[in-house]
């Protein structure tokens, strides 16, 4: 029973870091891309020079833009492999370059609320130079919100699976008083202090809770070796991009400390007096 209880409480946590391993690898997204206020514009491959120039031209008179940055392929494929170190040597065995030329145009501050921004965007599609234009304003605000719903609906979850645990810990402790109520009797009849009575059992639900949390981290950062070597193995720059990070220590720190005070409780539950006198 108390390996089902200690199982009980890694699952819990366990699912509940897997909620925060996701928000951690998209929050990990949205601070390697661009800021907000960034346009980029990669170029078609038969653009020249003139037309680069051109397309400068365009974007400083737009009075939109704060600087503009050019961004050869070469550059191009150096930031893939520094972003996405799990890829980077897939990047550097192509034969080929498959990353565009690009020039990143940074907006003013006030650029984002214009309404001559959409228009602006538009010429810049029509231009010869351009083959696409990237603004990732509406995606990052998207993906910011899935960050903070991920979790949001971690805490929710480390809250109902933790009473779940918790239930579940007070029922082993429930029983191992049951096996131990000859013993409990003859310490009260000795004047035993509750302390020594209930301690034992508040220190079992304790130990439970400490053990399902290690073991739950512990399975979550082979579970995340794993997902990175299988990752890496498909050669899959999509799944490269939400799962490369791990939970910061505070959080791995957070979820053990949640199965203690599941355990806790579930002690605290099975140690009522009515229980030790039953």
Partial sequence: MTSLSVAMIAVSIFLVGAFFLVAESLRGVVETVREETAVTV????????????DLT???????????VRFVSADEARARFSTWWKSLASAARALSTN?????????????????????????NLAAHRAAEEVQYDVDWIRRLRGAVALARSGGYVLAVLLALGAAFTIANVVRLTILLHRDEIEILRLVGAPELLIRGPFLLGGLAQGLLGGVVAVGALALFYKLLLAWVASTENALLSVFFFRFLP????????????????????????????ES
Avoid: C, H, Q, W
């Fill in 42 to 53: 990669f170029l078609n491959p038969t653009a020249t020079e003139a037309d680069r120039a």
């Fill in 249 to 276: 220590p505070s959080t791995s720190v957070t979820l053990i400390l949640g199965g203690l005070a599941a355990g806790l409780l579930g002690g605290a539950i099975a140690v009522r007096r009515k229980n030790l």
């Fill in 98 to 122: 498959p990353f565009p030329a690009s020039m990143e145009l940074d907006l003013t501050k006030d650029a984002p609320g214009s309404a001559a921004l959409p228009g602006f965007l538009k």
């Fill in 57 to 67: 031209r365009v974007a400083n008179e737009s009075r939109l833009v704060g600087k």
